[in-house]
């Protein structure tokens, strides 16, 4: 079975340009959870989605937007980006909702900002 | 509001080693414990996850511990190898609804 798979794998960008990323689950899974990882802060729960409905957010300002398609496929969507928006980007998938079962991660996208 | 702590950030072992990496938690009322582990540059792959109603989870030389009580979680990895070399991260949710909560993690080196 084909893990988690996220693309690009690495992007560059400059401040104020906007980026799309993409994750695709494990054949299955309904859940798909985005976190942003930073030597700093560590991994930060960006928002969770299931059934094609966002079902958690983290707190991060309304730039950083998600979707889910009815494949369960998700995007991620960052407009204005900012330095410090630098980080790899994880998308996780699981077969039920939130933590209750074991999350599968994918490579991820690292993003630079220029 | 759920904080994990992982102490310490880096630990340096001889190969054969046993060792035991720490993580703490605040609020007892976890839902479950996951352990993960990351390479360099790369995406975390699970390792245990314990739910909160076990003492413990084992996988091969891996052995997971759960103290509720205590807020406390232990990995223990038996006869260390090089290949064990990445960053552990543990994490726990409130409830099976909510999401992981992560620890920043302990990088440890096997030396050969």
């Known amino acids: 079975k084909a893990g988690v798979t996220q693309t690009p794998r690495y992007l560059i960008k400059t401040r104020g340009q906007q980026v799309t990323l993409s994750c695709s689950p494990i054949s299955g899974h309904r859940s798909v959870s985005w976190y942003q990882q930073t030597p700093g802060q560590g991994l930060q729960f960006l928002f969770e989605?299931?059934?094609?409905?966002?079902?958690n957010k983290g707190n991060f300002p309304g730039r950083f937007s998600g979707r889910q398609f009815s494949n369960s496929r998700s995007e991620m969507n960052v407009s204005t980006l900012e330095l410090g928006d630098s980080a790899l980007y994880l998308c996780?998938?699981?077969?039920?909702?939130?933590?209750?079962?074991?999350?599968?991660f994918g490579p991820g996208t690292r993003l630079t900002v220029l | 509001k759920q904080e994990v702590t992982q102490i310490p950030a880096a630990l340096s072992v001889p190969e054969g080693e046993n060792l035991v990496l720490n993580c703490s938690f605040t609020?007892?009322?976890?839902?479950?414990l996951q352990w993960f582990r990351q390479d360099p540059g790369k995406g975390l792959t699970s390792l245990l996850l314990?739910?909160?109603?076990?003492r413990e989870q084992t996988s091969g030389r891996l052995n997971a511990s759960l103290d509720k009580s205590s807020g406390r979680s232990t990995l223990y990895i038996a006869a260390s190898q090089p290949g064990d070399s990445a960053t552990y991260l543990c994490?726990?949710?409130?409830?099976?609804?909510?999401?992981?909560?992560f620890g920043k993690g302990t990088r440890l080196s096997v030396i050969a």
């Open positions: 994490a726990a949710p409130n409830s099976g609804n909510t999401p992981l909560v």
């Open positions: 996780a998938s699981s077969l039920a909702r939130g933590s209750t079962d074991t999350q599968y």
């Open positions: 989605y299931f059934s094609e409905t966002q079902r």
């Open positions: 314990i739910q909160s109603s076990q």
């Open positions: 609020d007892s009322a976890i839902y479950n």
